[in-house]
């Protein structure tokens, strides 16, 4: 099990040389640390420390054309000039898909759904260790080479292989029967690995604005999810329940 895990590890710094991260954080001694550390796993970093300087770099025309594009953003919330979530909302409104982390000092959880609903996809809260940086970023660009290679809409996570046309998910081999809720649930938590969900998201996404039950409804269906895929559903191992706050996968 250790071997293995050593072995993938390296396999994805090697990868990883070829991913480019753009991290934009107005505080020098954090923005030189997370560079070390990046530069570490051999990824290649570009820094800017304005709102408003990244956000006019990453809309010019020319830098999207060239291979400079980052594969990646890490973003800090609070910047000169333009803050964080506004550069996270306007790329996306403009259809930019680049997947975002943000770290900020700010922990809220007001301030965590804020970023993870104006298409952030994951969050750090500051002070936290290069090392869950570090594994934030390789899921992060993970989940995009999946995302841009899966033509055939297959999404697999460990044991488990969801295929999107087909409606079917197979566990450990075998073929699982799931409602369509709890289908559409697990192809949800699939598509953004380890991001977190409140109930309230869930039921939007799954279920749509116009549902009529409680939150509870979320919890039900988890425990459903759990028993058809879990191989110890009271000691999860893929939906997680994140206290407080909601669930993620992973
Ligand atoms: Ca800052």
Redesign the pocket.
């Known amino acids: 099990m250790l071997s293995l895990e050593t072995s993938q590890t390296t396999a994805e710094s090697k990868l990883a040389q070829k991913n480019r991260i753009l991290l934009i954080?107005?505080?020098d001694l954090i923005r030189d640390m997370i560079v070390v550390a990046l530069e570490e796993e051999g990824y290649e970093v570009s820094t800017s420390d304005n709102g408003r300087t990244a956000l006019s770099l990453l809309q010019s025309p020319d830098f999207n054309r060239t291979s400079v594009a980052p594969d990646l953003i890490i973003l800090?919330?609070?910047?000169p000039e333009v803050n964080g979530l506004d550069i996270c909302r306007l790329l996306r409104h403009q259809g930019d898909i680049t997947p975002i982390l943000v770290v900020s000092a700010k922990s809220s959880e007001t301030d965590r759904v804020l970023g993870l609903e104006v298409g952030a996809d994951d969050y750090l809260t500051k002070p936290f260790s290069m090392r869950e940086l570090i594994a934030r970023c390789r899921a992060l660009l993970r989940r995009q080479k999946y995302s841009s290679s899966s033509s055939n809409s297959v999404q697999r996570y460990r044991d488990i292989s969801l295929f999107s046309e087909e409606c079917r998910v197979m566990v450990r081999g075998t073929d699982v029967n799931l409602s369509p809720k709890e289908f559409r649930l697990l192809e949800l938590f699939m598509s953004y690995p380890r991001r977190v969900w409140s109930r309230e998201q869930l039921i939007e996404q799954v279920w749509g604005l116009d549902f009529m039950g409680d939150t509870k409804t979320v919890d039900v269906h988890i425990r459903w999810l759990r028993e058809k895929l879990e191989q110890e559903p009271s000691q999860p191992e893929y939906l997680i329940t994140v206290r407080g706050f909601g669930y993620r996968f992973g």
């Open positions: 954080e107005d505080e800090d919330l609070m910047l």
